[in-house]
């Protein structure tokens, strides 16, 4: 069964600093990965998607997330912090063999001053 | 740009009655998705369907629950009697799963509803 882990319900960093999200799988089969963000009394909204071409993929925002293999992971960054970024952040599993999403418990982003 | 509507956005009842949750999806896309998300908690998935029948439907999706594609264009969420726990955002999400599919899902903005 797919399933994510996201490392850190919150994670805080000051405005300007970098911010990773952790997140790892769990897939019998090369998986698709996403990374959704939800502002407060928001939808879903897609940051990025890793659909098995590039690894390093870049989306919306300026964040990006690479897909590494051997570590199962699929970790969301952002070099630079924005007061905009305050958020809740999702990663999300699904394969070709399965029509839902999976998602992970969440990251709650906070930024400092 | 195409996108998922759902109606309503907030809906407040009583405990012990039926709730309609009322999703258009993306014109072209023939997968659909209800997902539910209690407040402060992840995201999860309730039930898919397609070619008006469902095709996966989680724990979660108890017989209080049905979903229904009642013409081309609508998909339905329908909770027979509302519990205090059915207290919730749910998500409609569509997608095509043609040619070039990524398998992303396309959400909805949510309906919150509110059991009394």
């Known amino acids: 069964a797919q399933s994510v882990t996201q490392l850190g319900s919150h994670v805080s960093v000051s405005e300007g600093a970098l911010v990773l999200l952790r997140c790892n799988y769990s897939s019998s089969v090369p998986p698709y990965l996403f990374w959704y963000v939800q502002y407060p009394n928001q939808g879903l909204q897609l940051l990025l998607k890793?659909?098995?071409?590039?690894?390093l993929v870049k989306g919306i925002n300026g964040f990006e997330a690479e897909f590494k293999k051997s570590e199962t992971s699929f970790h969301l960054t952002k070099p630079s912090a924005h007061m905009s970024d305050a958020a809740e952040y999702f990663c999300?599993?699904?394969?070709?063999?399965?029509?839902?999403?999976?998602f992970g418990t969440g990251t709650r982003l906070q930024v400092f001053p | 740009e195409p996108e998922v509507t759902q109606t309503p956005s907030h809906q407040v009842t009583q405990m012990g009655q039926e709730v309609i949750l009322r999703c258009v999806p993306i014109?072209?896309?023939?997968?659909f998705y209800w997902y539910r998300q209690i407040l402060g908690q992840k995201v999860e998935f309730l039930v898919s369907f397609y070619n008006n029948e469902i095709s996966e439907k989680s724990e979660i999706f108890d017989d209080q629950f049905s979903v229904e594609r009642p013409d081309g264009s609508n998909f339905t969420l329908k909770i027979r009697s509302t519990k205090l726990e059915d207290s919730a955002m749910y998500f409609c999400a569509s997608n095509w799963r043609g040619q070039g599919n990524t398998g992303e899902l396309f959400f909805g903005e949510g309906s919150r509803l509110t059991v009394l």
């Open positions: 890793y659909t098995s071409a590039a690894t």
């Open positions: 014109s072209n896309h023939l997968y």
């Open positions: 999300a599993v699904s394969d070709k063999n399965t029509d839902k999403l999976i």
